[in-house]
């Protein structure tokens, strides 16, 4: 079992920047790949970002590429979200995801869950 808790998340202005953070604990031996969704008010939860956790591939939806990058602390079992130029289309929970194998855009694909982390962007 893989533990996920995010933070970071809180109300910003359009424009700014804001870095989230996820941090895994139990059996993160076992990890293969972990990403960020969002789920905005009324719609689906949708695919951000994701890497691979013993490597360095990454990849982003086409609404986030450019201003948000993904990254990781492997000393601290910690990823990264750090959000640039941050528009209100923006705004949603965002969740920390992990999967044994297999990395990929669809929610049902990953194993684990955080609980999430509201960002909330003004215009």
């Known amino acids: 079992q893989v533990e996920l808790v995010e933070s970071g998340g809180g109300l910003v202005q359009a424009g700014d920047s804001l870095r989230l953070s996820c941090a895994a604990s139990g059996r993160t031996s076992s990890v293969y790949a972990m990403s960020w969704f969002r789920q905005a008010p009324g719609k689906e939860r949708d695919f951000v970002a994701a890497m691979v956790w013993s490597g360095s591939s990454t990849v982003y939806a086409d609404s986030v590429k450019g201003r948000f990058t993904i990254s990781r602390d492997n000393t601290k079992d910690t990823m990264y979200l750090q959000m640039n130029s941050l528009i209100p289309e923006d705004t949603a929970v965002y969740y920390c995801?992990?999967?044994?194998?297999?990395?990929?855009?669809?929610?049902?694909?990953?194993?684990?869950w955080g609980k999430g982390t509201l960002v909330t962007v003004s215009s």
């Open positions: 995801a992990a999967v044994n194998n297999n990395l990929g855009h669809d929610k049902t694909q990953w194993d684990y």
